[in-house]
Every structure is written in C-alpha cells, then in structure tokens.
C-alpha cells in the first residue's frame, strides 16, 4: 500500500483541536491553589493541635 495523497483532502490543512479557554484555565488555576490552602490551614490546625496535647501533658 502507497500512501497517496487523498484527493478529497488535498490543499486542506489539519484542523488545530481547540485550546482551553483562558476562563476554564482560571478556573483551574484556581481550584488548584484553593485546595492547597486548604491542606496547609488543615495541617496548621493539626500542628496546633498537637501542641496544645504536648503543653497540657
């Protein structure tokens, strides 16, 4: 098998597959640095915690 050209598709360019737009970019950007926020308040709490335990001890 030769790998011709099809004559349907000729002159034709791929068609680029769409980009993300910027808001759902946003959107994940975001969501990204809300839940890491969120671990480091839980491990602040945590820490917290486990010095109050330490000091009544």
Do not use: C, H, Y
Not at 4 to 33: H, M
């Amino acid at each position: 098998m030769s790998k011709e050209p099809d004559p349907a598709f000729e002159g034709r360019k791929p068609v680029p597959k769409p980009a993300k737009s910027k808001a759902v970019t946003r959107e994940d950007r975001l969501k990204a640095a809300l839940k890491a926020n969120m671990a480091r308040r839980k491990a602040q709490a945590k820490a917290r915690t486990a010095g109050e335990t330490e000091q009544e001890e």
